[in-house]
Structure formats: structure tokens, C-alpha cells
């Protein structure tokens, strides 16, 4: 049975930092990509992050140089720094594993495994 389990959310101030982990079982996969969505209250789940297993990144742009993805193979765990965190950051965030290399990076339709999410509170 595959899990996807994530740590590190909780409340922060504006302008702080948090770091989410994902640690996998179950499944390897450290052969395809890994990634980290958000969703807020009444809204859509969001792309927030994913990377490749060579290690090729790519963000969305609200979140591009102020939040770091980055894996261990070797644990199966892909990891999301946050820096200079706002209010709008505020959501549940996700984990997300799929075991194909091809497809959009950006879409929850593409992902067959999710964790169950953490909170990330950003105050103002």
C-alpha cells in the first residue's frame, strides 16, 4: 500500500519559513517526479512545485525564488523550503507521486498518489 506522508506545516508570521517534508512507502519513486500542490479554502488545488527524478525543478510563478523543492532518492522523500512566506500562502498543502514520466507537471490529474495533507497559516 503506498502512503505519502507529509510534516512540517504549522503558523508562521509574514516573512518567515517553514520546510514541509514527504516521505513515501510503498512505492519507489525515485524514477519519476514528485510534487507539492496547495489548496485554500473554497478554492482549486493548486500547483505549487514538482521535480524530476534528475532533479530538474519547476514552480509556479507565485512562488518562484522564495520556495525550494528538492528529494533524496535514497529515502524516497521529496522536501519544500519556504522562505518569505505572505498571507496568500496560506492553504493546505499536498504531496503528490505519480509513477509516469510523461504528462504536464501542473495538473492534479496527472498524479495517482497524494498524501493527506498539512497546514501551512501565514498571519499577517
Known amino acids: ?9 504549522g503558523l508562521v508570521q509574514a516573512g518567515g519559513s517553514l520546510r514541509l ?21 473554497g478554492k482549486e ?3 505549487v512545485a514538482a521535480i524530476r527524478w534528475s532533479g530538474y525543478t519547476v514552480y509556479a510563478d507565485s512562488v518562484k525564488g522564495r520556495f525550494t ?6 529515502k524516497n522523500t521529496v522536501n519544500l523550503q519556504m522562505n518569505s512566506l505572505k498571507p496568500e500562502d496560506t492553504a493546505v498543502y499536498y504531496c503528490a507521486a505519480r509513477t509516469d514520466n510523461s504528462g504536464s507537471y501542473y495538473y492534479t490529474q496527472y ?12 498571519s499577517s
Not at 4 to 9: Q, T
Request: glycine share 12%; aromatic share 16%.
Open 45 to 47: 488545488r493548486d500547483f
Open 111 to 122: 498524479y495517482n498518489y497524494w498524501g493527506q495533507g498539512t497546514q501551512v497559516t501565514v
Open 21 to 41: 517534508s514527504c516521505a513515501a512507502s510503498g512505492h519507489t519513486f525515485s524514477n519519476y517526479p514528485m510534487g507539492w500542490f496547495r489548496q485554500a479554502p
Open 1 to 9: 500500500q503506498v502512503q505519502l506522508v507529509e510534516s512540517g506545516g
Open 69 to 74: 523543492i528538492s528529494r533524496d532518492n535514497a
